[in-house]
């Protein structure tokens, strides 16, 4: 079989040159490693829970095993899956499961693979643990920030969990109003953060300098190899040290290749693994530091104001996986895997930010129904590491999928390369499968849940689109009639535009006027919107006109894309013709604008399965209104209903 011919790798920093502003990399800081850069609040209490359905015991072999393991976990995952790796696999400067879905969309499509097409469905899965992510990582983070309160005054416990409901009601309340303002504060403050914990973690280092040893891989190993019922079930919290990782990957097109690895490399990567270390020397000192060794690393008059910034920085991770979710959302519906949903951009200079109502009520409910059902973060872990893993497992997966077709890296080399980290990420996934009964089964529940929806909405959209085609009749038989005079229709003055979903068939609102009303417009434009696999449309090729070969009819077929990332503006889209183009002026001030719209109902035929109709049909609901999301004018918008069966 032909493989495709490698292209080269883009630069996906933001600038123009190689070198890299130090203002792009505090902004990353301050969206991109919120996440991972929290995650030594709550790992290494996790690990010694004593509470734990498989408990570690706490000694010394076992504190230097865990601080090794979680530093080479960190440094495989992390810094080679991703940092070195998987940032180098981009679609159009964009990154994360969303641009390697649409990458393998578009080559299943040129070479007929069947398994590009298996494996953008298991990227969808992927996603859809995302949507999982979403919603435990504001729950998990804020309450380990919120519960450091135990430890500053113990009287205070009773009110964790209420102090954690209010922060996050208030966190998603201000989310229509965006994050440029706000934004503007975060990497400083990610700054002091990754500053503070890097102090501290020095702090424990000096009291047993030999937790040192630990950097070394044969710690790792040894704990693995010599203690492997210990070390195996160890592994289901330790990944929590990695949580946040698709995060690099997913935010690359806002700040670039280049600022994501200096950030990481030379700040994140050092202040965390110095956490580790000082937590773990903290332990070695006294065992019952186990309790909170995070918080325990600083003296007591300084752990009310860490307490305090700790929340600041959990606030900061949790916006970022929120901000996460409307982007996979919006992306996935542009993609044809979710319902057009209802898209307000909060900031008049960043694309990227997006506020989607829906998906934000949807997942405020879910995590508050998270942090009082669960009440602790040690709780949480066992649920959020098997969406992580998962995740982690999907993307190592499609990597090397994209390395090999796409690159036409040598087979031995990805048969090594992915022996190893696949090997190391399914380790985790056993682990956390252990965790099923205790919480794991959360975030599986969630993404098979969010998989049923996209792929029936997906195929569902693909039995409406066969049946309005079949209804709405040949585009071009159509036109051949009208044109001929075979339709008798009377011709008045103006400009009508018809949005329709391709180009095969007639717009119903056009058939339906012309049937029923036996009138046409001077100037008709057919406008057929397509969502092209990459995140942005260049504006030399928005659009194509189409004659439908006549020159004189003033009916004119005109194509409009627009790349995933994009919103979708049909009238400044049109304002780019020229009168040459479209058989005479468009008066597109005066414009009246026909959307058809679709009526859906229940039908016998054998298209799905029963279950599967009623959750389209239910989807179906939360489908944004047409004329605002194209953001015709509402004034001159006309809609024409219809009935279809699925």
Same mark, same amino acid.
């Given at each position: 079989?032909?493989?495709?011919?490698?292209?080269?790798?883009?630069?996906?920093?933001?600038?123009?040159?190689?070198?890299?502003?130090?203002?792009?990399?505090?902004?990353?800081?301050?969206?991109?490693?919120?996440?991972?850069?929290?995650?030594?609040?709550?790992?290494?209490?996790?690990?010694?829970?004593?509470?734990?359905?498989?408990?570690?015991?706490?000694?010394?072999?076992?504190?230097?095993?865990?601080?090794?393991?979680?530093?080479?976990?960190?440094?495989?995952?992390?810094?080679?899956?991703?940092?070195?790796?998987?940032?180098?696999?981009?679609?159009?400067?964009?990154?994360?499961?969303?641009? +390697?879905?649409?990458?393998?969309?578009?080559?299943?499509?040129?070479?007929?693979?069947?398994?590009?097409?298996?494996?953008?469905?298991?990227?969808?899965?992927?996603?859809?643990?995302?949507?999982?992510?979403?919603?435990?990582?504001?729950?998990?983070?804020?309450?380990?920030?919120?519960?450091?309160?135990?430890?500053?005054?113990?009287?205070?416990?009773?009110?964790?969990?209420?102090?954690?409901?209010?922060?996050?009601?208030?966190?998603?309340?201000?989310?229509?109003?965006?994050?440029?303002?706000?934004?503007?504060?975060?990497?400083?403050?990610?700054?002091?953060?990754?500053?503070?914990?890097?102090?501290?973690?020095?702090?424990?280092?000096?009291?047993?300098?030999?937790?040192?040893?630990?950097?070394?891989?044969?710690?790792?190993?040894?704990?693995?190899?010599?203690?492997?019922?210990?070390?195996?079930?160890?592994?289901?919290?330790?990944?929590?040290?990695?949580?946040?990782?698709?995060?690099?990957?997913?935010?690359?097109?806002?700040?670039?290749?280049?600022?994501?690895?200096?950030?990481?490399?030379?700040?994140?990567?050092?202040?965390?693994?110095?956490?580790?270390?000082?937590?773990?020397?903290?332990?070695?000192?006294?065992?019952?530091?186990?309790?909170?060794?995070?918080?325990?690393?600083?003296?007591?008059?300084?752990?009310?104001?860490?307490?305090?910034?700790?929340?600041?920085?959990?606030?900061?991770?949790?916006?970022?996986?929120?901000?996460?979710?409307?982007?996979?959302?919006?992306?996935?519906?542009?993609?044809?895997?979710?319902?057009?949903?209802?898209?307000?951009?909060?900031?008049?200079?960043?694309?990227?930010?997006?506020?989607?109502?829906? $998906?934000?009520?949807?997942?405020?409910?879910?995590?508050?129904?998270?942090?009082?059902?669960?009440?602790?973060?040690?709780?949480?872990?066992?649920?959020?590491?098997?969406?992580?893993?998962?995740?982690?497992? $999907?993307?190592?997966?499609?990597?090397?999928?994209?390395?090999?077709?796409?690159?036409?890296?040598?087979?031995?080399?990805?048969?090594?390369?992915?022996?190893?980290?696949?090997?190391?990420?399914?380790?985790?996934?056993?682990?956390?499968?252990?965790?099923?009964?205790?919480?794991?089964?959360?975030?599986?529940?969630?993404? +098979?849940?969010?998989?049923?929806?996209?792929?029936?909405?997906?195929?569902?959209?693909?039995?409406?689109?066969?049946?309005?085609?079949?209804?709405?009749?040949?585009?071009?038989?159509?036109?051949?009639?009208?044109?001929?005079?075979?339709?008798?229709?009377?011709?008045?003055?103006?400009?009508?535009?018809?949005?329709?979903?391709?180009?095969?068939?007639?717009? +119903?609102?056009?058939?339906?006027?012309?049937?029923?009303?036996?009138?046409?417009?001077?100037?008709?434009?057919?406008?057929?919107?397509?969502?092209?696999?990459?995140?942005?449309?260049?504006?030399?090729?928005?659009?194509?006109?189409?004659?439908?070969?006549?020159?004189?009819?003033?009916?004119?077929?005109?194509?409009?894309?627009?790349?995933?990332?994009?919103?979708?503006?049909?009238?400044?889209?049109?304002?780019?013709?020229?009168?040459?183009?479209?058989?005479?002026?468009?008066?597109?001030?005066?414009?009246?604008?026909?959307?058809?719209?679709?009526?859906?109902?229940?039908?016998?035929?054998?298209?799905?399965?029963?279950?599967?109709?009623?959750?389209?049909?239910?989807?179906?609901?939360?489908?944004?209104?047409?004329?605002?999301?194209?953001?015709?004018?509402?004034?001159?918008?006309?809609?024409?209903?219809?009935?279809?069966?699925?």
């Amino acid at each position: 079989m032909t493989q495709p011919q490698a292209e080269p790798v883009r630069a996906t920093a933001p600038n123009a040159h190689n070198t890299i502003r130090l203002a792009v990399v505090i902004g990353a800081l301050g969206v991109v490693f919120g996440d991972i850069g929290t995650s030594p609040i709550y790992t290494i209490q996790t690990v010694f829970n004593p509470e734990d359905p498989h408990p570690v015991p706490v000694s010394d072999h076992n504190v230097f095993g865990v601080v090794s393991l979680i530093f080479w976990s960190v440094m495989i995952i992390v810094t080679v899956t991703y940092v070195l790796l998987a940032l180098r696999a981009d679609n159009d400067g964009e990154g994360g499961l969303m641009a +390697l879905i649409t990458l393998l969309r578009r080559w299943g499509a040129q070479q007929g693979r069947k398994a590009a097409i298996l494996l953008a469905g298991l990227g969808i899965f992927g996603a859809s643990l995302f949507f999982g992510d979403s919603m435990i990582t504001p729950a998990i983070s804020v309450l380990s920030a919120v519960e450091g309160l135990k430890l500053v005054e113990p009287s205070l416990s009773r009110y964790v969990v209420p102090i954690t409901a209010v922060i996050i009601i208030v966190l998603f309340m201000v989310q229509r109003r965006g994050t440029e303002a706000v934004g503007r504060v975060f990497g400083p403050i990610m700054v002091v953060w990754f500053t503070a914990i890097g102090a501290c973690g020095i702090g424990g280092i000096v009291r047993h300098p030999s937790i040192l040893e630990a950097l070394s891989p044969t710690y790792a190993i040894g704990f693995l190899a010599g203690h492997f019922h210990i070390a195996f079930f160890a592994l289901a919290a330790i990944v929590l040290s990695v949580t946040g990782a698709e995060a690099l990957y997913a935010d690359m097109g806002h700040f670039g290749r280049r600022a994501i690895q200096v950030g990481w490399l030379f700040l994140v990567l050092p202040a965390c693994t110095l956490s580790y270390l000082g937590q773990g020397a903290l332990i070695l000192d006294d065992a019952s530091n186990i309790s909170g060794p995070f918080f325990l690393l600083i003296p007591d008059w300084g752990r009310l104001p860490l307490v305090l910034l700790a929340t600041a920085a959990t606030v900061i991770a949790s916006q970022a996986v929120i901000t996460g979710a409307y982007s996979v959302a919006s992306q996935a519906a542009k993609l044809g895997y979710l319902p057009r949903l209802r898209i307000a951009h909060t900031s008049a200079t960043t694309k990227g930010q997006i506020y989607v109502p829906w $998906i934000n009520w949807l997942l405020l409910v879910s995590v508050l129904t998270l942090v009082f059902a669960f009440r602790s973060s040690a709780a949480l872990a066992y649920a959020f590491g098997m969406a992580v893993t998962g995740t982690i497992t $999907i993307t190592t997966t499609l990597f090397f999928y994209v390395a090999h077709y796409r690159w036409n890296v040598p087979k031995w080399l990805i048969i090594t390369g992915a022996t190893i980290l696949l090997g190391v990420d399914l380790l985790f996934v056993g682990a956390n499968l252990t965790k099923l009964v205790h919480g794991a089964w959360l975030p599986l529940l969630i993404a +098979l849940t969010a998989f049923a929806v996209m792929t029936t909405w997906q195929r569902g959209r693909q039995v409406v689109t066969a049946e309005r085609e079949r209804v709405e009749g040949p585009l071009q038989e159509f036109v051949d009639e009208l044109t001929s005079g075979k339709l008798p229709v009377h011709t008045v003055p103006g400009t009508a535009i018809f949005l329709n979903r391709g180009g095969v068939s007639a717009p +119903l609102a056009l058939r339906a006027n012309v049937v029923h009303n036996q009138v046409r417009h001077e100037h008709v434009v057919i406008v057929a919107i397509e969502t092209e696999p990459v995140p942005r449309v260049p504006q030399s090729e928005r659009v194509t006109v189409d004659d439908l070969g006549y020159g004189d009819d003033g009916i004119t077929h005109v194509t409009v894309r627009f790349g995933y990332l994009e919103s979708p503006d049909v009238p400044a889209a049109l304002a780019q013709l020229d009168e040459a183009q479209t058989e005479g002026p468009l008066d597109l001030d005066h414009a009246s604008y026909f959307l058809s719209k679709i009526e859906l109902r229940r039908g016998a035929a054998d298209t799905m399965a029963g279950w599967r109709k009623q959750l389209f049909l239910a989807t179906s609901h939360i489908t944004a209104d047409a004329a605002e999301y194209f953001k015709l004018p509402r004034d001159r918008t006309v809609i024409v209903g219809a009935h279809i069966e699925v």
